[in-house]
């Protein structure tokens, strides 16, 4: 009898089936998807955080993968104990041929084997113990970490293989455990074989058996180099000199570090973290004084804020924050400070060391000129322009060797020190004025040098000796006077002895002589050499040296002393002078030789100004008093004084003559000795030309013990 055909499944259970199949693919394929969607959406905010937490993603993703391929696998066999049992339920009441027992025995050990290769192939530590803490089964990675075989491992207590007792960071207890039936959290350990602790992120769950808890699975990823990277980056949080945190937007303070509470001035993390964003605030502005409010914005901004401090103080700090978003909108800041105080306060010094050295070297009367190796100049103090009339701009980075208003001896002298010749030297030489008077000016040059005694060029100080050059000439010209003086009394000494026998000779003979005509000559004689006697006679009281303070003085006599001493160069000069004295002057107090030297430079002047406009003239001298003073005016016929001039006459070195004339220094002398003694002179111009110098004296009581105080 024929066998039967095996009767075939229906149409419907193998339609089932199929969908069934294309429902795990589906499913399974939905599932990778799902895993790299997550991935690539939490790529972004995880690399955002201080921690490097972005292989998350893609463990994420492959643990996906990986159980997507173990399921796969595991409905195949499914697929294929289902088949056989099949085959079983289509032989009802038959027994299975051995055939089929050895198929399903190879597919049972077949499917032991794939499961075990897969725990063995994770990277994870996967362990089965019982509650008192003998393993019953490992996979590889427990052996590779324990460095023993499985054998070595299994039927043994997991104490054992430590150095310790393990710790955990959150609670965990066996009683909560056998309630809970599940447990995670992060697990510290210190193997034998390693001095290193290892943590791992534990799941512990429940192996129930008959309703009662016999033993736990563990499965536990190493993060032992995370919490590695945890360790170094908060070691670096806290050792950081810069001031780190993290803010809410509206400025709260979430996280700082140590520099930061000390660069504020708090004693701890929490006084800092407790205080509202205002307190930080320095200006009214409504931003807070950290953080952006209404910034959507991730971008990094460097900017310098304005922190208040603890005590009352400002702290000025360099910001560099950047914005971290979480669902498109930015929800906290994190940036580093530098403090910057104590930079801003070394500038502000350091700007007011400039101000005043600017200051200095502009009030300072010398000017500074720095050369470099080169012989340009670098540096031109503002002073130059009192001196020169220009600006620095003329002189800087120009060479001393053809630069404007320069001289050969200052290149000279800048040549000498520059060469290492003399450590200081000095020289004059002439310069021009912008207004193109002619100028003496003294120039000391010293080497410059740096930090390490290094020669990098020459500093000049250069002064204005112009003044110093013609009080100089004056006091020579003193000494000759002084001199002359002298040899004038010995010519006057000299003198007196013959015109003494010539006028009692003269006076005999013309009492003896009877003719008419020879009287008229003798009578002559005798006039002209009494005028000599007198012209001897003013001589030697100009020449008389001053007597130690002052006596009471006859002003009328010493103007009437001081124009026959002038006389004859008058006369030479065609000058006429006319002196009206007043005998009922009353007494001054005065040093009698200034106050000639006083009229007698007022005279000269007349006379100069008369001689340089006209070829003859006349000099106008009037005195008089007032209640309490007399007044002497010496007025001119010359061309009188100039509007612009009058205000500076009576100036040092002021005047009006062609060089070679004169110095300038004899009105100004003339005014010095008047202030002296208590009076005053002043200058104008004649109405109908000519110049008008009015002197005033302070009268004297008349006694003697007044002109010797």
């Not at 991730?298 to 603890?310: A, D, N, Q, Y």
């Not at 009192?386 to 701009?393: F, R, V």
């Not at 008077?437 to 020459?458: C, F, H, Q, Y």
């Not at 002497?632 to 100039?642: E, L, R, S």
């Amino acid at each position: 009898m024929p066998e039967d055909p095996k009767p075939k499944h229906p149409p419907a259970a193998s339609r089932l089936e199929r969908e069934e199949s294309q429902l795990w693919r589906w499913a399974l394929g939905l599932l990778v998807l799902l895993a790299a969607a997550v991935a690539a959406l939490s790529w972004e905010q995880l690399s955002a955080l201080p921690y490097r937490l972005g292989a998350i993603p893609l463990g994420l993703f492959a643990l996906a993968v990986l159980f997507a391929a173990y399921a796969f696998g595991r409905k195949r066999e499914v697929q294929g104990l289902r088949e056989i049992l099949r085959g079983f339920q289509d032989r009802a009441g038959a027994a299975p041929s051995e055939e089929q027992l050895d198929q399903l025995g190879q597919l049972i050990v077949r499917s032991q084997r794939n499961f075990k290769e897969l725990i063995d192939s994770m990277d994870d530590v996967a362990l089965a113990t019982s509650l008192d803490g003998t393993l019953r089964t490992v996979n590889r990675r427990v052996t590779e970490i324990l460095q023993k075989s499985y054998s070595d491992v299994v039927g043994h207590k997991l104490e054992e293989f430590l150095q310790g007792p393990l710790i955990a960071e959150e609670p965990a207890d066996l009683a909560r455990f056998l309630e809970k039936r599940t447990w995670s959290g992060v697990v510290g350990v210190e193997l034998k074989n390693s001095r290193r602790r290892l943590y791992y992120d534990c799941v512990v769950n429940a192996i129930v058996k008959g309703g009662d808890v016999s033993g736990a699975s563990v499965l536990a990823r190493d993060i032992t180099q995370q919490r590695d990277k945890e360790r170094r980056f908060t070691q670096l949080f806290e050792t950081l000199q810069e001031g780190v945190y993290i803010c809410a937007p509206e400025g709260k303070l979430l996280e700082v570090n140590p520099a930061l509470v000390a660069i504020l001035g708090y004693a701890s993390k929490e006084e800092v973290l407790n205080l509202p964003p205002e307190a930080l605030k320095v200006d009214t502005s409504a931003d807070p004084a950290l953080g952006r409010m209404g910034s959507q914005t991730g971008r990094t901004r460097t900017r310098e804020v304005r922190l208040r401090k603890k005590d009352g103080g400002i702290a000025i700090c360099q910001d560099a924050s950047t914005g971290v978003i979480e669902d498109g909108r930015v929800v906290r800041y994190q940036g580093t400070l530098v403090d910057m105080t104590e930079k801003r306060t070394m500038e502000r010094q350091l700007r007011s060391q400039e101000e005043f050295r600017r200051h200095l070297l502009e009030s300072f009367p010398d000017l500074i000129l720095v050369l470099d190796l080169k012989g340009q100049f670098t540096f031109v103090s503002p002073r130059i322009r009192e001196l020169l009339g220009n600006g620095p701009e003329t002189l800087l980075g120009k060479n001393v060797e053809n630069a404007e208003n320069t001289s050969p001896e200052l290149a000279t002298l800048y040549r000498t020190v520059a060469a290492g010749e003399s450590s200081r030297a000095s020289c004059e030489y002439g310069a021009l004025h912008q207004d193109g008077s002619e100028r003496t000016m003294l120039g000391i040059a010293s080497p410059l040098r740096d930090a390490d005694d290094k020669p990098t060029g020459v500093i000049l100080s250069v002064r204005d000796v112009t003044v110093e050059k013609k009080l100089e000439q004056q006091i020579i010209q003193s000494e000759r006077l002084a001199a002359m003086g002298q040899m004038i009394g010995g010519f006057a000494h000299e003198l007196n002895n013959p015109l003494t026998a010539i006028l009692g000779n003269a006076q005999l003979l013309e009492d003896r002589e009877t003719d008419e005509t020879a009287r008229k000559r003798l009578e002559t004689l005798n006039q002209e050499a009494r005028k000599a006697a007198e012209i001897v006679k003013n001589l030697q009281f100009f020449a008389r040296p001053p007597a130690p303070g002052r006596s009471l003085v006859d002003v009328s006599e010493l103007v009437n002393r001081t124009v026959q001493m002038q006389a004859y160069p008058l006369r030479k000069s065609n000058i006429t002078v006319d002196l009206l004295p007043e005998p009922a002057l009353p007494m001054v107090i005065a040093d009698s030789n200034q106050l000639m030297q006083v009229f007698l430079n007022l005279l000269l002047n007349a006379e100069q100004a008369i001689r340089e406009n006209r070829e003859k003239g006349t000099i106008r001298v009037r005195l008089g008093r007032y209640p309490d003073s007399v007044w002497i005016v010496f007025q001119d016929d010359g061309p009188g004084i100039a509007p612009e001039t009058l205000p500076h006459i009576f100036d040092p070195f002021f005047t009006t003559r062609r060089p070679g004339r004169g110095t300038g220094l004899g009105l100004s002398i003339c005014k010095t000795v008047l202030r002296e003694h208590g009076g005053n002179i002043e200058a104008a111009s004649a109405p109908g030309g000519g110049a008008v110098f009015t002197i005033t004296l302070p009268l004297g009581v008349g006694t003697a013990e007044t002109a010797a105080k």
